[in-house]
């Protein structure tokens, strides 16, 4: 069964880190890109960031340039986020999505883990 | 950045009427327009992709049109299992989405 599988969300205070992580299983992760979705509590969907199947090629939203990571290892059949400086309005289910490149729909979304800033 | 309009926000529907979405971006991004549905306390599921393609596994009375500007996602003869909130994104540049459109069944 093809699936993406979210891990590392909490509870966190301002300014401080988190890593998510992503198990992809059930197809061969190193050839597919993937991305960071997130939906803060009530709200819509925002494109967090996006890595391309060899982590060469890597972009971020505005809002979350400069404070999160996004990194992969093919290895491990992971993705992960790495999240410094936090905001509340960071605050949000986070989601990893497989697409077949930048410019495609995402066709498996992991269950998502939460994240929430706060003090 | 590209801003993509949703309306209606929400719709109230009776089982087998027909539900039109439409999803407006603020500039032309051809077909790179795709519809999701995303039930309470699920992660979105892809229903159409580039505007129109139909997606193995989604019932046939879903579909998609539009190009440029104007998208529409139809869902013919509306279901009880079809309540969910609707999404369009569009993949032409730094990804966006629409607000969402929130179908109730009466």
């Known amino acids: 069964e093809v699936q993406l599988v979210e891990s590392g969300g909490g509870l966190v205070q301002p300014g401080g880190s988190l890593r998510l992580s992503c198990a992809a299983s059930?197809?061969?992760?190193?050839?597919?890109?993937m991305n960071w979705v997130r939906q803060a509590p009530g709200k819509g969907l925002e494109w967090v960031s996006y890595?391309?199947?060899?982590?060469?090629?890597?972009y971020y939203a505005d809002s979350v340039k400069g404070r999160f990571t996004i990194s992969r290892d093919n290895a491990k059949n992971s993705l992960y986020l790495q999240m410094n400086s936090l905001r509340a309005e960071d605050t949000a289910v986070y989601y990893c999505?497989?697409?077949?490149?930048?410019?495609?729909?995402?066709?498996?979304w992991g269950k998502g883990t939460t994240v929430t800033v706060s003090s | 950045e590209i801003v993509l309009t949703q309306s209606p926000d929400f719709q109230s529907v009776t089982p087998k009427e027909k539900v039109t979405i439409t999803c407006r971006a603020s500039?032309?991004?051809?077909?790179?327009l795709h519809w999701y549905q995303q039930k309470p306390d699920q992660s979105p599921k892809l229903l159409i992709k580039?505007?129109?393609q139909s997606i193995s596994g989604v019932p046939s009375r879903f579909s998609g049109s539009g190009s440029g500007t104007d998208f529409t996602l139809t869902i013919n003869s509306l279901e009880a299992e079809d309540a969910a909130t609707y999404y369009c994104?569009?993949?032409?540049?730094?990804?966006?989405f629409g607000q969402g459109t929130k179908v109730e069944i009466k």
């Open positions: 999505a497989r697409v077949y490149d930048f410019w495609s729909a995402p066709d498996v």
């Open positions: 059930g197809f061969t992760f190193s050839s597919y890109e």
């Open positions: 890595i391309s199947s060899s982590g060469s090629t890597i």
């Open positions: 500039q032309s991004i051809g077909s790179s």
């Open positions: 580039y505007a129109s």
């Open positions: 994104h569009q993949s032409s540049s730094p990804w966006t």
